[in-house]
Every structure is written in structure tokens, then in C-alpha cells.
């Protein structure tokens, strides 16, 4: 190298030295500074006699007001031969009760400017509405009509039916790795109950009219729901309106809760899938965390953080941003009962690269086994999750699942701020021990996504 | 008859008596579960002000106090989108956006994207018609570090070959990914087709133009559009204009002053033909439908409202006339609905639907007629004033969300439209009437719509048995041939 040269690299570093020197006290972040507390919002639970839980949350800043209703009704009481019947069922309780028409809960809930979806889901299946706050009455009118009276007509049962085959073919035209994405579940929860699809075509087809109308007898009830009020309320208002329109249904039969999975895996399972339809090969990669001790759960998720969430995660970083072995890389924590499973999906330009971001990502895994996380990298994880939570609870439907996703599990919170400080006590010594006990070949599954 | 005989009688009298009368409780409902109940009175519905205040350089500063979010969400606007790149280079404005953030003169892109993330701060960037989006999602305790790294990103931007080369290929990919998706690369023909001839139709470009980007264009770009007076720093969350403005002008005021040219598209001529167009997705296994025109009004003109209600009676949700009739009524689509997009020079409106091939035909004389009902007067007062229930009882929930809010925000911000549609949107639809709903129909539903059909090449038999000529474009939206009854012309 020239002389000159030399010296303009010299005083470009020592330029870049010293703008360091003054950029890096500012944007330093000290460990450990999650000083500013998000608003809470008060949270009440009590239970009606028929066995209803109720919570509600208020919320008085906008006047709209959320209104969900989860039932214990979701894949997991699918039995074989009935892959969908939970689907089947979230999609009649909008055709109509005594006294509501096909579909008109929709209308009336539109007519008001609300929104409205449903969501089945492996263990539950929830139904939720958002709607000007001063419309509450008409949520639970509508929602305990269709608890109560849901009309299970021949008609309506087929109607639903077609739709959903209509359904199947639609996500089999859009999503080209749905067929794929099915099968990986059964992999990795190698029990009929935890992994089968939870939309078969050919299940659909022949679910009976009385199969039908038993799962809605056995699991639609006060005794196996939960019912979250989020928003803009008086707690004694709603109550009243709570007890008037549930307070008189009858409880329901008693059943018991789905069996605790038998999972006989011994070493890792590497299969291939061919997704003809999909542009590009993948694959995807999934650990089941199971059995969990206390604290692990937090500390997973905290893990989930350092791997996969943000451009400087380890993986996306590593797969995406520098050696671009991978062009697409999504993953999350996935929960079934009491069983947790990581997944994580990737999209690589050609089959060799799919093959090479494998064994990256095998030996990112591996670091985490000998390595423990440095407390600058925890902490952002930590930073990265309490702003998504925060964004989470700034959405009246979406803080009502969370609160009815912690119940269900049994535990209740008072608030959501104390939810989040367990999170954000996880320290890297778990993290290591997670890694160690779960990141195994006998959890491990591999689904290779070819393209021919 | 005996004694115990009559007393047997009296007592099964009284179980049966009993029997009915628990029956009847059992199966009758109470009166209040019969009709729905009345709603109580309204609540009111507080909004911040929004505020601005421009710095010597030019650059405005926006802000909307809300207080009780824990994030305040900061969203810089850039009066440069897609319509904004030279004519033989679509994608610039995108790939520069991209590039923004990518370096600087003492920080690295990796750096950068470690302090940001270090902070719990969401970054990301979008660009739209006529605007590149930067939006910030912070802490409120991290917002100070926050604006120092976004002075460095804006002021002292270094561009380079490497990081050029990795905007390029994910980009690639991304617009690959896309244009097997139906739907998005129906909505970028139908933006092709209605404003040809238009700076609008350079934002439909697809990945194989990426390539000719290089680095003397994209310096060129931002050094043409990315000035203080172009650019609009939006700030919502627990701060108020006076704090937003010092805490943003002790980090921008430095930014040299450059004139800015103002830039006015004329507004889009409606489609006045029949136009049947055909676009081929080898894989798709179903047919989506597109059917709309221009719209030669933006959100501003008095018109915006009534034909808001118009769009939503039409097809704004699953109520509404065209998903009740195409799906719910004759089962040929799996969905419908229609929606608008409104620009700095005009808008669209577009009816989207999705059915089996052997429907599509279906679908297209249903709408058409659908259409033409519409612009002659066929709505009820009822139906005007359900849709305007929908649209004023929505309006809260659009801004539940930090970043719902700031992206409303940041849509009335991009195109000046103020308060007519923040403190008096609610008034404004109240004040729509049955006569201007019937108005606005009439004017711009009677120019007949551009029909664009994607799908498998088997489609084409099937539109041609009902169509005198199809216009058949290839995948990246060129066109092919005019396919006319009984023959093919090139």
C-alpha cells in the first residue's frame, strides 16, 4: 500500500476511533434498564355458578370494549377420523342460534363498526369481537345465544362443509408448503391427538350431523368456557349484563381434560416433502421442549428472542444477513397443553444452500449447549420482548387472549406488568440449561421442503 | 270410580301439571334473550391534536400527544415513492429506502441494526405511490438514543457496492415471491392498466428490472429527494409538539436547507372502454378476479366521504352486497369486497374476488350488473345509513393499536388532508345523505370498469366463450396478444 494511502486509512480509522468515542457513551444501552413500566389495567376473575370464568380488564382510554369467549373445544378433542370438526364447529356457531339468523352476528356486529374473528386453535377455540363500548350488551346477547341454542340444521352443517372443502383448495392454491406444514406437525408431536392436521379433506367429507352436534353438546358450555371483557367498562355494569345473560345457562356435561401425550421418539427424525407448486426448497426445524421445570417456559421464550427475532438475532443474522444462505428464516415458540416445541422455517435459493444452512444453524444450536449467552445479548433479547409485549398489550383483543391463554394454563395474573417482570428476571445460566436438556437428536425433527 | 282411584288421578294430575310447567321453563327463554338490546348512550371519543411546526431548514415536525402507550412511535415520511423514480429505473425509490440505514460514515449497517435492536426498537421501511415510510417503534426510555442513530442514518448516509448488492437480492426475491401471489400481482396490473401513460404506473414494476439499479442512482436519489424540506418527522405517543420539536431540531437542525420542487401528478382519466384483460400464474389453481377503475377526486374533495359509504355498502366487509351475493347467495366466489386507495392526484377502487375457474364468468356478469345498479340510484336509506354506523363505529378501533394510530396519522399527514379527516372524519360521514351517495354513483361508477382475470393459461377458454376479446398480458404484466372469438392477433 502507497504512503498516501497508508494515511488517509489512518485518519479515516482514527476519525472513525474518535466519532466512536463520542457515539458510543449515548447509544450505550446499560444492562439491565427496564425502568419505565408500561400502564397497567386493573383485572378482575371470578366464576358464575354453571362454571363460566369470567375476567375482565378496563381499560377507560378509547370507548371500544372487547368481548372473547374461549371454549375448551379445540384439535386436541379431535378424535381419528374427525380432523377438522373443531374448525368445523367454529365455523357453524356463526350460522345461526334461536334467535339469531345465519351469519347475522356478523351483521350486527359490522352494522356497529366492530370487528369480529374467530380462532381455533390446538386446545381452545376462542371467538372475539371488538365494538364501540357502549354496544357491550349486544356482544353477550349474541354470544350467549349461540352458547346456548346454536342451530345444528342439516342445512347449515352442510353449507359449512362445502365451504370448507372450498377452503382446503383455496390454501392449497396459496400456500405451497400447507401440505408440508401439516406434515411436519404430525412429526413432531408423534401423537394422534397433539399433531394430526387440524383440516382434512376427507375427514370433512364424512363427519356425521350427530358427530357434530355431540361435540358441540360435550364442549360448548358455561363449565368449559372463559369469557374476557377488555376495554372501556364499569366492572359492576358488566357484571350485571354478565349475570343476566349467562348466569342461567345450564353448566353442561362434565368430561375429562384430553390425555397427556405418549411421544416414542428415540433418535432424530429427518424426512423430505416435495412442494411442486412452492418457487424455492426449504426446510423446517422444530425441538419439542418437554417436560418444562419452573421457569423454563420464560426462559424459552427469552431464547426464542436471541435466535430468530430482529436482523442481529443469531440465526438471522448468521443464515440471512452474512453468509445468505437462506433468504427467508421464521420460527417461534408453539404451545400444545403443557408441551412446547421451537420451529423454525427456512427458505434457501437451491438445495445446497438449504443443505449448508442446515449445519449452520445445527452448529448455532450447539453453541448454545458450551456457551453461555453474554448479558449484552440477553438483555436485548429481554429489550426486543418487552416491546413486542407491550405492543401486544396495547390491543384490547389481543391482551384478552393473553389473559385467557394464562388462566387457562392456571395461572391467573393480577397484572400484566407482573407477567412481564418474569421474563425479564431470566438469566443466561437457564438458558444454557434449557439448551442442554432440549436441544437433543430425541426432540429434534427435520423436514426437508424439496421442489422436485 | 274408588276413593284412591280420584286421589291417584288428582296426583298424576298435579306431576303432570308439574311436568308441563317445568317443560315450558325448561324450553321457553327468557323475554330479553328474543331481540337485541338497546345500546346505551355513546361514549365520547377524545382525539389528540395534531400539531405541526416546520424548523429553519424546512423539515416539519408532527406530533399527536397520547399519553398511557409505553411507545412512542416516530414516522418519518418522505415525500418520494415509487412514481418518484426516473421512468427507466422503477424500483430506485424502493431500493434507496432500503439503503437508507445501511451505513454511515462511521457506522457500519450491522452496527446500526445492533444499536437498534439493542433498544427493543422496531425499525422498518415501506414505500408507497409517492412516499417512503420509515417507521419507528421505540421504548419511550430509548427514544433520546434512538434519534441520535437517526441522525446519523439521514445526515451522514454512506452507500455502498456491498450493501447495494444485499438490498438487491433480498429485494429480488421478495418481488419474485410476490408475483406468484395472485392477488398482489393482480393489484400491480390493475394499478398498470388504469393509469398508463401516468408516473403512477412506474410503481408496477416487477423483480426483473432490480438489476439495472447501481449505486450512482441511488446517491443520485437520495440527494434529490431526501431533504429536510421534503420530509416529515411524525411523532406519536407520550410527547407533545413543544418536546418532539426540541428533541428532533437538537438532531436535524443541522441539516442543510435545499429547495425542494413541488410535485403535483395530474390527476388519472378514467377507464371509458370495455376491457377484458387476461394475466397468466402458471400454478394458481383458482381464479382472482379484479374489476375497478380510476377515480379522478382525492381524499380531500367533498366527494371522499359519500363515496367512502358507497365502497363500503358495496363490498367493505362480509355484510355487504357483494360478498352476500357472489358467495353467501350464488356460491361462486370464495370471497368479494372492494376497496379504494386514494393518492396525492386521485384514486382507485377495485373489486377483488377469488372462485373456481368455471365461475369467473359468473362473477364478472354479476359484478358488472352490480355496478350498474349502483350507479343508477338502487340504494335504500336504510343501507346509507347502516354503512355510515360501520364507518363511524370503526373509526376508534383504526386507532387502537401505537402503530395503527401512526400509520392513520401518517396517511393524513402524506396527503395533507388535516382535520376533515381526524377531528371531523365522524362529522363527515354523519353528514353524508342518501342524494350524495346517488351522486357520487353516478359520476364515477357509470365509466365501464377494466376487467382483469389471473390464473391458469384454461382460463382463457373459459372467458372467450363469454367475451368478444381478451387482453392477455404475460407474468411481469407486458402485454402478449388480444386473443377475439374464433382467433389469436399479435
Redo the contacts between chains.
Sequence with gaps: MCLIKKMIVNIKRG??LS??TV?VP??L?SGG?F?????DFPVEYYSLKNGLRIILCSDP????VSVVVAYGAGTVREKKGQAGLAYFLENLMFQGS??VGP?QH???I??????LNAQTRFEKTVFYQ?????????AL??E??RMR?LSLSASAVEKVR?ELI??I??R???E?YFPSLEYFDTLLYPDYAYGHPWLSGEDIRNLTLDTIRNFYRDYYVPGNAVLCICG?IQFSKAKELIT??FG?LPPGPSFRPPDPPSFNQESDVVVRSLNP?A?SPGFCLGYRFHPLQTGDYHALRILEYILLK????RLVSRLV?KE?IA??LDGWVEDRMNISALKIIALN?NEVMSQRAQRVLAAELERLKTSPVSE?EL??A??????DF??QM???VDRALFLIDLAWRGNPLDSPSAELEKYMKVESQSILSLAVRHFVPAKRVLLNMGIR | MSFSWCLFRAAAGRILIGLLVLASTVNAQERFRKTPPLPEPRQELKLPAIESHVLANGLTVTAANLPGQGIMTITIIVRAGDAHSPPKLPGLAAVTARMVGGGTKVLSAADIENFIEETGTDFSVSVTMEHSLFKIHVLEEYLDRMLVILRQIFLEPVFTERELTAVKRTYYYELREKRSNGEVSGMRQMVRLLFAGHPYMKATYAEDVIKFINLRDVISFYSAYYRPANIVFLVTGNMGLNSAVRKISQHFNMWPAHPVEFWQPPPPVANEKNRICFMEIPMARDATVFIGNSLPFTASDPDYFPFAVLNHILGGTTSNRLFMKLRESKGYAYYAFSETEFYLAGGLYWIKARSKLEDVNNIIRETINELKNISSAGFSPNEIEEAKSYLIGNFPLKIERPADLAETLAAITALNLGDSHWHRAIDNVMLVNLERVEEVALKYMSAPPVVLVLGKADLLTELIKEFPAIEVFDQFGSPKFVMTKGEKTQ
Design positions: 476519525l472513525f466519532l466512536i457515539l449515548v447509544l444501552v434498564q425502568d419505565r413500566d408500561f400502564p382510554s378509547l370507548p371500544i334461536e334467535n351469519l356478523i351483521s350486527y359490522q352494522k356497529i363498526g366492530g370487528e371488538t365494538i364501540p363500548s357502549n354496544q357491550l350488551g349486544l346477547w349474541l350467549s345465544d341454542s362445502g372450498k377452503e383448495d383455496n392449497l392454491a396459496t405451497p372501556n343476566r345473560y342461567t407448486s418457487a430482529g436482523n442481529t438475532s444477513k445468505m433468504y427467508s435459493t449484552n438483555n436485548k429481554k429489550r426486543l420482548f418487552k416491546a407491550m405492543r396495547a390491543s384490547r
